[in-house]
């Protein structure tokens, strides 16, 4: 029901490509093509309605001849697979990006994490790993399962990551959707800058090259991702860096002059400022999942019925819960 969609996905797509051109040409820069999941396969259909939807998404990006595809944020390793396939029926020889919205454990199908990279890289993706719905260490975990099962099954492939900029330690396998305070209070779990740092510096570590973020990442916070590797990415330093806090070495005051360093930056726990905050949350855990009747999807409005089964199925769950 948004208002972008009066101009469909394809001039949606059409325009982000000519934008992504003018922004990065004549210096140059890779343009990548996105899907993710689909409603089709929520409503459990057959793998060809699902691959037909798909298809239909890269027409643009055909035309477009951009650089990759990035095939993120799946819940489920299986359609994940379908598009992989899909994309390289419809735009054979494009690199595959493969990422899925998962944690260290598995799918929300129980497919283990390690078995879901296997599946990833056996259908045909180049790169592969995890993004959004958990936070950057809990992502590089994932990531690090798939790499090993990848090496022991005796495959190649590329490492990407692209996490929260929130911490979700608390989150369970449908990460930080499942917590109380999303989508509208997620502010005080934002990440700080040298979070990002330590993010950047463990995720390189791992031999994860293709490093990123999504939902809740801030310009400064890919800066910091940019200052940690920069020696490795040629010396090349990000405008307008804090270097660890050096920019403070002018400051008027002593105390805040002393902290102009690594060490204290590094170190320091932050507070929250909210004397009665908790420091983790109860996520809800419906347990709901492709097929079952209240993520099937649909163009019209969400009618009163469908929001009562919703809220009828709440106070169900709450109910077998002890306390």
């Known amino acids: ?116 990279g296997v599946r990833l890289v056996k259908a045909g993706a180049d790169v592969i790993g995890v993004n959004c719905h958990f936070d950057p260490f809990r992502c590089i975990e994932a990531v690090v399962k798939m790499r090993d099962a990848v090496k022991e099954a005796g495959l190649k492939c590329h490492f990407m990551v692209q996490p929260l900029g929130y911490w979700t ?10 917590l109380p305070e999303f989508p509208f209070a997620l502010e005080p779990r934002i990440m700080t800058r040298w979070d990002m740092h330590r993010y950047a510096r463990e995720a390189w570590n791992e031999g994860i090259r293709f490093i990123g973020g999504c939902c809740g990442f801030e310009p400064y916070h890919i800066r910091a991702v940019s200052e940690e590797l920069s020696e490795e990415r040629g010396g090349y330093q990000p405008a307008n860096g804090v270097k660890w806090g050096t920019c403070l070495q002018k400051h008027t005051k002593p105390w805040v002059r002393a902290r102009a360093n690594r060490e204290y930056w590094e170190t320091l726990n932050p507070g929250t400022g ?39 199925f709440k106070t169900k769950i709450l109910a077998s819960k002890p306390c």
């Open 1 to 116: 029901g948004h208002s972008a969609g009066q101009h469909g996905c394809y001039g949606i797509n059409t325009a982000a490509c000519n934008l992504v051109r003018s922004a990065s040409y004549p210096e140059g820069a890779l343009i990548a093509g996105g899907v993710s999941q689909t409603p089709t396969y929520l409503t459990a259909v057959s793998p060809e309605a699902v691959k037909d939807e798909v298809k239909k998404q890269l027409k643009v990006f055909k035309e477009q001849k951009v650089d990759l595809m990035i095939a993120e944020y799946y819940e489920h390793v299986e359609e994940a697979e379908w598009h992989i396939h899909a994309i390289k029926e419809y735009m054979p020889g494009t690199p595959i990006c493969a990422s899925l919205a998962i944690n260290a454990d598995s799918d929300v199908h129980g497919v283990p994490t390690g078995e879901c």
């Open 274 to 312: 909210r004397p009665y905050s908790a420091s983790l949350s109860k996520p809800d855990q419906w347990g709901v999942t492709a097929g079952h009747e209240l993520v099937k999807q649909h163009e019209t409005k969400t009618t009163e019925e469908e929001l009562q089964k919703g809220a009828d």
């Open 169 to 178: 330690p608390d989150a369970s396998v449908q990460g930080f959707i499942d």
